[in-house]
């Protein structure tokens, strides 16, 4: 049996149980909206997201998860996101860590806050990593953006810098104020 078969039919279970759960304990008239609370809740999950085309956006795994239901974003603890390479790229997926994390309604922005940390491999096998503590990721663009200080090490270089803009696909990243240091 195809897997995505049994997902769909696993998901539309959970939902048909969640709304039942939801119908039987509202509140007389009061909504989420108006006591000022997330729609929903998700513990320990993982998410995929895909773009307008149907491929996937980014992978998304976290101990929680809320919605705010009036503007239809998502807040996260401790999440990892996983950003593939475009369709047809031979590149490595990038892995993006951070103490938070907020994901615009349409998916295609995600600001990751606090000890950020996002891992890859360049084209010639060697370990890419960019530090810093804001870090705005466009995932369908395969692009990321940082105002603050940050930090890209490769095996025998760390740059230093500010005012990151990076094209992931490309491993191409633009730093000011760069201090470039070479280690054996």
Do not use: C
């Not at 509202?26 to 085309?53: C, K, M, N, V, W």
């Amino acid at each position: 049996m195809n897997w995505r078969l049994v997902l769909g039919l696993v998901l539309a279970a959970a939902a048909v149980a969640i709304g039942a759960s939801l119908w039987r304990q509202r509140d007389g008239g009061a909504t989420p909206q108006q006591a000022g609370r997330s729609d929903y809740t998700l513990h320990d999950f993982q998410l995929i997201a895909l773009d307008a085309e149907g491929r996937e956006s980014f992978t998304l795994s976290a101990p929680k998860l809320t919605r705010d239901p009036s503007a239809k974003t998502l807040d996260l603890a401790t999440p990892l996101f996983t950003i593939p390479p475009r369709a047809g790229s031979d590149g490595k997926p990038w892995e993006v860590r951070s103490k938070t994390a907020w994901v615009s309604a349409k998916g295609d922005e995600i600001r990751l806050r606090g000890d950020v940390a996002a891992t890859s491999i360049d084209g010639d096998g060697q370990p890419i990593r960019m530090d810093t503590q804001q870090l705005n990721v466009f995932p369908d663009a395969k692009r990321a953006t940082s105002d603050v200080a940050v930090s890209v090490k490769q095996p025998g270089l760390i740059l230093n810098g500010y005012s990151m803009d990076a094209k992931l696909d490309a491993r191409l990243v633009q730093l000011r104020n760069v201090k470039a240091r070479y280690e054996k």
